[in-house]
């Protein structure tokens, strides 16, 4: 990451005609975009990477297009010769997810969810005047094809992991017949492709959309639907159902004649089911394939949200074998495979985390049944070794930013949770007492601290364990 750094450094002094104070690598999301905040005395710009070129040209084709439409995406300001790294308007850090969050669901959220929608009618429509659909990165239009590949990602990312028996050429006949009813809409127009709360941005209470580099042509209920039901987002039926006729009342007048709303309610329960299984197979392929843990725990809460789906809803086509397998997909039985066991006041298990010194020893378990796991991260660079962080430790923000942006400690550390949940989960159920995990560096101060403190706070949030957090060579930290 050194040389993304430094390639952003020389971006700012083309561009903006000035060097960057300091350059922060952001959260990664799901994707392969690599994004930065850049800090210039009191100003902001947010620096993205990507090695896919076209998704980068995609991105600031779509997004010149749109403010020129005076619509609610940020400013590009510059592209590298490259095309690898590209600058844009930083519009803070509030998603609508994170209001959501901290406000509940009250009258503040359902008015920005209902200004989400407003906007995106105006994205859709007058987004797609004059936009040249040439530069999609996939398919031009949301078409039989696109929705194909969308059930056809479900099944092989998903479904076939799950390994229950189904009738292979039936499915794909209803999946051929429901692609079909649904390429039978009104109106196509822009589709956003991901529009969920995390990329609606909200700047002193105005929306702002990103993320929209998937956008291509296809029906109008398809975004709706991404944004309503994101299993996330919680919303209650009474807003979803309110939600969309306030969505339906803004987009009228914006179309040549008024929507049927009959028909467009029924393809839009159509297009809920397809996004439902999008997102199942993305946290399938990330989860489940790739060993994410944030999309892993996310799996449960999309079953939920489709087995209320199929109870509640109908689609305007039957699709025999699809309807029996998506039963047993949503089955309670089922979705509790994917939840984790959870502590609770009664549970006897405590888990010891500790960091510690190679050179001052390992930490003694003295319980009944010892052992436990030791993990060396003294294959990770050490920040230590650099004047800047002599006298920080792991739980320091720029020494974090270190390990994240320039070594594989998330890496190392994905793979640490793949074993440890195995034991942690077994003790859980058979009602164990103890459990020690140990970080063992060098000097017990930067790698091996982070290690743990993230490491404790994964066993929280996942299992609601207790965990005692200990740092053995604290007293011994460079001061």
């Known amino acids: 990451m050194e040389s993304v750094i430094a390639a952003i450094e020389a971006l700012c002094q083309q561009i903006l005609k000035l060097t960057p104070d300091r350059i922060e690598k952001l959260p990664q999301s799901g994707s392969d975009r690599v994004y930065f905040r850049v800090y210039a005395g009191t100003q902001t710009w947010i620096a993205t990477y990507n090695i896919n070129t076209k998704e980068t040209a995609t991105f600031v084709h779509f997004s010149q297009h749109f403010k020129q439409a005076n619509l609610p995406v940020p400013a590009i300001v510059g592209v590298n010769a490259e095309s690898t790294i590209y600058l844009q308007e930083d519009l803070g850090t509030a998603s609508l997810l994170n209001k959501l969050e901290t406000h509940g669901h009250g009258d503040y959220l359902y008015q920005l969810f209902q200004q989400s929608l407003a906007q995106l009618a105006r994205m859709q429509v007058l987004g797609h005047q004059g936009l040249d659909y040439a530069w999609c990165l996939t398919a031009k239009e949301f078409g039989k094809q696109a929705i194909m590949s969308d059930l056809l990602y479900f099944k092989y990312y998903f479904l076939d992991t799950l390994q229950l028996p189904y009738d292979k050429q039936a499915m794909l006949d209803d999946f051929d017949a429901l692609s079909t009813y ?12 991901d529009f969920q709360s995390r990329n609606i941005i909200v700047q002193n209470d105005q929306v702002h959309f990103i993320d929209y580099q998937g956008g291509m042509q296809g029906a109008l ?8 039901w994101q ?3 919680e919303l209650s039926e009474e807003w979803k159902d309110r939600l969309l006729e306030y969505y339906m009342d803004q987009v009228d007048p914006l179309l040549p004649e008024p929507v049927d709303r009959i028909t467009f309610v029924s393809q839009y329960n159509g297009y809920v089911l397809i996004r439902l299984l999008q997102v199942l197979g993305a946290y399938g392929f990330r989860g ?3 060993r994410k843990a944030h999309f892993l725990a996310s799996i449960p809460l999309a079953l939920q949200n489709l087995q209320f789906f199929i109870t509640h809803k109908r689609v305007g086509i039957v699709t025999p074998e699809f309807d029996r397998v998506l039963k047993l997909v949503v089955d309670d039985q089922m979705i509790n495979k994917f939840i984790a066991p959870q502590a609770n006041e009664q549970t006897p298990l405590v888990i010891e985390v500790n960091s510690f010194s190679y050179k001052r020893g390992i930490p003694l378990d003295d319980t009944e049944n010892g052992g436990g796991f030791m993990f060396d991260m003294r294959g990770i660079l050490n920040p230590g070794r650099f004047d800047e962080y002599k006298k ?3 739980k320091d923000k720029p020494v974090q930013d270190f390990l994240e942006q320039r070594t594989k400690m998330d890496k190392y550390l994905n793979s640490v949770w793949d074993l440890i949940d195995i034991t942690v989960e077994d003790y859980l159920n058979r009602g164990f007492a103890h459990l020690m995990i140990n970080f063992g560096c060098t000097g017990g101060q930067h790698r091996s601290v982070y290690a743990a403190e993230q490491t404790a706070r994964h066993l929280r949030n996942k299992y609601k364990v207790k965990v005692n957090l200990t740092h053995t060579n604290s007293a011994n930290w460079v001061k």
């Open 392 to 394: 920080q430790t792991g």
């Open 221 to 228: 209920q398809y975004d709706v639907a991404s944004l309503l």
């Open 182 to 193: 649904l390429t039978r809409t009104q109106n196509k127009f822009f589709m956003f492709r």
């Open 231 to 233: 299993a996330k987002a």
């Open 288 to 290: 489940l394939f790739e």
